[in-house]
């Protein structure tokens, strides 16, 4: 079954950190693909911004190579990869010096397309580009921007950075990316409930146990420790990804798939969390480092090693046990976890439902195991459905517990689109319902706040964890202590 592809109007997109490891690695690659798939048309252009002088011929030879090392096979296709060069141009600028878009706005004058500026830069330059993208003239009531996570690295510089947005742009032209909301799972998460009768009757407190979210990573901070270290895994991971899957389980039915609709009820779930603060952040949350040792038969560097310090407090790993106080999920806990060096590079959100009321079947002492719905994000994206069955054979009834598994690239056997690709196209289409609405990240903040302020009162440094492990031994008493272990799919 092939997806239907819907050419976009022609547009000038603006990528600005266009030399940058998320251009080369995730846009330029994210282009390629919607060019082989038909979907953008002439006179699409592409302005790489970067502060350092360089010509036109040797940003395409970056560009060429970017694709070889990141596009795949995709880049064996000639006619494309010279299609993508040719749209493509190296402008030197500076927003935060004045005429530091002077060459920007002469390479843009006499263009008639829509603007769309992506910046793939740090969040301490969003305010200031968006400022002098103003100042020079270069805006109209078409133009957008396009933002990378994190928004801020706690809630006052997220408000600040907001202002200087919205001080330039309109709220609806504002695109805040999470590229986790791009992925086929995520939006399925919203079809398999509001378009199916069987599960949204019993997605609540009567009929699920427990709600288990894990984004989970065998690699270490990298290149990005200079980043990392000054945010570690709540701001960088748990303040956007992980809430907003939680946003997507928990939400309501919205009215309709209207950007604001939607955004309307994740909203409403970021403020029925349960408070986590000084009270009781012991009880709910944890954090680790990973330490030196050997993963996947190889020796690795502890994080302070790795970042090239001697020693550091920022966490590595993450867990979280977080109340939604609402009707529908009064009493469900809500484990979330997210870390480095883990022993899977694996995302997954696992509803775990109640048991069945009466033991009919001899299972042992609880009954057969619960039923479990796993919704498998990446790498491979698909669903899977644990049931109860009698095993086959004569000799009494023997029961199995048994998947039904579905996986997105053998059920539709297309490729798998990259959440880039899908968000970008989004973004110059105008639809924002995968996109962060300003209310939503300020309201995320509101509830990360109090937990790295409390983490700060109670000094503990971050547990150790062995490297190819899943994290501190605390994480797994985390959920053990409630009589739950973390799901089988993934231990």
Not at 280 to 290: I, S
Not at 324 to 330: E, F, G, K, L, P
């Amino acid at each position: 079954m092939a997806s239907r592809v819907i050419p976009v109007d022609p547009f000038d997109l603006v990528v600005f950190g266009g030399t940058g490891d998320l251009a080369r690695r995730k846009l330029y690659p994210a282009l390629l693909r919607r060019d082989l798939d038909g979907q953008l048309v002439e006179p699409t252009r592409i302005f790489a911004v970067g502060r350092k002088p360089m010509a036109d011929d040797a940003f395409r030879a970056l560009l060429r190579d970017a694709l070889a090392t990141h596009a795949g096979a995709d880049a064996a296709d000639e006619a494309a990869v010279g299609r993508l060069l040719e749209r493509a141009r190296y402008v030197a600028g500076d927003p935060t010096h004045e005429g530091g878009l002077d060459r920007l706005a002469a390479a843009l004058d006499g263009g008639t397309a829509l603007r769309a500026f992506y910046l793939a830069t740090a969040p301490d330059l969003f305010g200031p580009t968006a400022t002098a993208l103003k100042a020079r003239g270069l805006l109209d009531a078409r133009s957008r921007i396009v933002v990378e996570k994190p928004i801020g690295r706690d809630g006052a510089s997220a408000a600040a950075i907001n202002d200087a947005l919205g001080a330039a742009f309109a709220e609806d032209r504002i695109f805040r990316i999470d590229h986790y909301l791009g992925k086929e799972t995520v939006q399925n998460l919203m079809a398999l409930r509001f378009a199916n009768a069987l599960f949204e009757p019993i997605w609540n407190s009567a009929h699920v146990d427990n709600v288990q979210i894990t984004v989970a990573e065998t690699i270490g901070v990298g290149s990005r420790g200079g980043y990392y270290d000054g945010a570690g895994a709540l701001r960088d991971m748990a303040q956007n990804h992980l809430l907003q899957l939680l946003c997507l389980v928990a939400m309501e039915p919205p009215a309709s798939l209207a950007a604001d609709s939607v955004r309307d009820e994740k909203l409403k779930v970021l403020k029925s969390l349960a408070p986590i603060g000084a009270a009781n952040a012991a009880q709910l949350t944890v954090r680790g480092q990973y330490r030196a040792g050997t993963a996947e038969g190889a020796p690795t560097p502890s994080y302070a090693e790795e970042i090239g310090k001697e020693a550091s407090d920022t966490e590595t790993f993450l867990a979280l046990k977080v109340g939604v106080a609402n009707w529908r999920w009064a009493g469900v806990p809500f484990y979330l976890r997210s870390g480095k060096r883990l022993a899977r590079h694996v995302s997954e959100i696992a509803i775990g439902f109640r048991r069945v009321p009466h033991a009919l079947f001899s299972a042992g002492a609880e009954g057969p195991p619960a039923n479990r719905l796993v919704i498998r994000l990446q790498p491979d994206e698909g669903i899977k459905l644990w049931l109860m069955i009698k095993e086959p054979g004569p000799g009494g009834m023997r029961l199995q517990h048994v998947p039904l598994d579905m996986s997105f690239a053998q059920a539709f056997g297309a490729r798998r689109i990259d959440a880039y690709e899908r968000l970008l196209m989004d973004a110059i289409r105008g639809d924002a319902t995968l996109f962060m609405r300003r209310d939503e990240v300020e309201a995320a903040w509101r509830f990360i706040d109090p937990i790295e302020a409390a983490w700060r009162e109670m000094g503990e440094p971050p547990k150790p964890y062995a490297p190819g492990s899943w994290g501190p031994a605390a994480a797994t008493s985390l959920i053990e202590r409630d009589g739950r272990t973390w799901d089988g799919d993934i231990e």
